[in-house]
């Protein structure tokens, strides 16, 4: 155990005596502490109450006890649980203060990863309470918002302005949800396999327009840089927020780096374990050229919630959304001060090396029909919902059945199996989900295709409608046409 000993009679109490484990411990030489007040250790980032504690004791020569972030001599922190007691003679006055130390490092950072996990466990609970019925109000309102807006007059244009005002605020709803459900990891994935430096390129316009004209967006992408299996939509997203925090930073002038290369984990690095695991990652470095991140604040910038912008001109939920989708791909994202040339802030995200072949484009298939006569089967229990479902596919040109429950549908399945399609919500009552009516019907009805729909989706249903087409509530009228045409047109697709 560190030990040290410190002389109160002399000027500044410093140490008169230390032992190998806690030079071992500090990094410094015994003639490097000798002589010296223990204040030495201290950083930026040690907390001014703890040390306050330490002296009040001493003055009063009293015990201490206390959990303190102290620096290495390389810089580098630990935490530091210090016991400080006075030592008398006989006679009961003051000779030395004894103080022993134990690095609690690892106990600090299973503690910080429990309360992570508590964090994101109430994050977890309460997206998940309130997303599901709240993409299906969305979802009505945007879905009579297009319907509307089909009927409304060419020249109608206070009309069309209002609409288009309902349409964006309830479009942002529907984003805040999602990145709640990001965050919480309870945004379903469809990941595969592919290259990051492919889904820089491809992207380039967006990221361009993204930072701004004052912005310039270096990249500089490892030719040899490793696969990995992600979501390619969510990975967007994310890298889009990155991208739009580092422009605010620069305040619209200046440079952006987009970094790829490969990175071996080794066992035995600190992080393993607590925030990831060993192993072989393909590393996405996004650094800007601004002031940085105040040191105080640089660890909470992945909470949700939490935001530097002023009132109205950020949510503080795109950050914790790339931390979330991070954490739910196997990876993770970590951020800190030193971007190019040791200025600016850094963001890293680390996904895990993937094995497999990448798979060759598909070949472009023709303009989706605008919609046909085919019967589509639609299960929805929520009233409001499944109505305005029924309008919109009426609207497109299909013959829609209407109802509210897997065992409903089932039961109409006996009577007429005539259906081209099967539309259905995941989440229902009654005992039969979504996934498990379309397994039913993939079994039984083989020639009805099938087409999921959810606003949110746990880890047990995921895995079950990875092999099914989907579509996140809150859709658009064209977008449910175009899935609906992709299921039933696609090659290959059941007659």
């Given amino acids: 155990m560190p030990m040290i000993v410190t002389d109160p009679h002399q000027p500044d109490n410093p140490i008169i005596f230390c032992n190998d484990a806690f030079t071992f411990m500090t990094g410094y030489r015994e003639e490097e502490i000798l002589g010296s007040n223990c204040r030495f250790l201290q950083g930026p980032e040690t907390d001014p109450e703890a040390i306050n504690q330490v002296r009040s004791a001493i003055a009063k ?76 109000l969305l979802q009505v309102i945007l879905g009579y918002v297009d319907m509307l807006e089909a009927r409304l007059p060419a020249d109608d244009r206070s009309g069309r302005r209002a609409v288009e005002a309902i349409a964006t605020s309830a479009a942002r709803g529907a984003t805040l949800t999602q990145q709640l459900l990001a965050f919480a990891r309870k945004q379903e994935l469809r990941d595969r396999l592919l290259n990051f430096n492919q889904l820089i390129d491809g992207f380039r316009p967006i990221i361009d327009r993204t930072a701004g004209d004052g912005v310039e967006v270096v990249r500089k992408l490892d ?147 605008e919609g046909g006569r085919e019967r589509v089967l639609m299960v929805e229990d929520q009233i409001e919902v499944g109505e305005l479902g029924r309008e919109m596919l009426r609207d497109l040109g299909y013959e829609v059945s209407l109802v509210s429950s897997g065992r409903a549908a089932l039961e109409l399945l006996k009577s007429d199996a005539d259906y081209r399609l099967l539309f259905t919500d995941i989440l229902m009552p009654g005992g039969m989900n979504g996934v498990a009516l379309a397994n039913a019907v993939r079994r039984d009805y083989p020639h009805t295709a099938v087409l999921l729909t959810t606003g949110y989706a746990d880890e047990a249903i995921d895995e079950g409608a990875r092999s099914y087409e989907l579509i996140r509530k809150p859709y658009r009228r064209n977008e449910l046409n175009e899935r609906i045409r992709q299921v039933l047109d696609k090659p290959g697709a059941r007659t």
């Fill in 61 to 136: 020569q009293e015990e201490a006890s206390v959990e303190v972030l102290n620096y290495r001599k390389n810089g580098s922190t630990f935490w530091n649980a210090l016991f400080v007691s006075p030592v008398f003679d006989e006679n009961g006055q003051l000779l030395y203060y004894f103080g022993s130390q134990l690095d609690i490092s690892r106990r600090r950072e299973a503690e910080e990863a429990l309360h992570e996990a508590q964090k994101m466990e109430a994050v977890g609970k309460l997206t998940g309470g309130i997303a599901h019925d709240f993409n299906n």
């Fill in 223 to 369: 030719d040899h840089l490793w696969n990995c299996r992600i979501d390619p939509v969510q990975a967007e997203m994310a890298l889009l927020n990155i991208v739009a925090n580092a422009r605010d930073a620069t305040g619209g002038k200046g440079r952006i780096t987009i970094r790829t290369h490969n990175m071996v984990l080794p066992q035995d690095d600190p992080a393993v374990g607590q925030k990831i695991d060993a192993g072989e990652y393909a590393v996405v470095t996004i650094s800007d050229d601004g002031p940085g991140i105040d040191t105080a604040i640089v660890d909470k910038v992945f909470d949700p919630f939490f935001t530097t912008k002023e009132m109205g001109k950020g949510t503080g939920l795109g950050l914790a959304m790339v931390y979330g989708f991070m954490r739910q791909s196997g990876g993770l994202a970590t951020v800190r001060n030193g971007g190019e040339g040791g200025h600016g802030a850094c963001f890293s995200l680390w996904f895990p090396r993937a094995t497999g072949t990448m798979p060759q484009r598909a070949p472009a298939l023709t303009k989706p029909n």
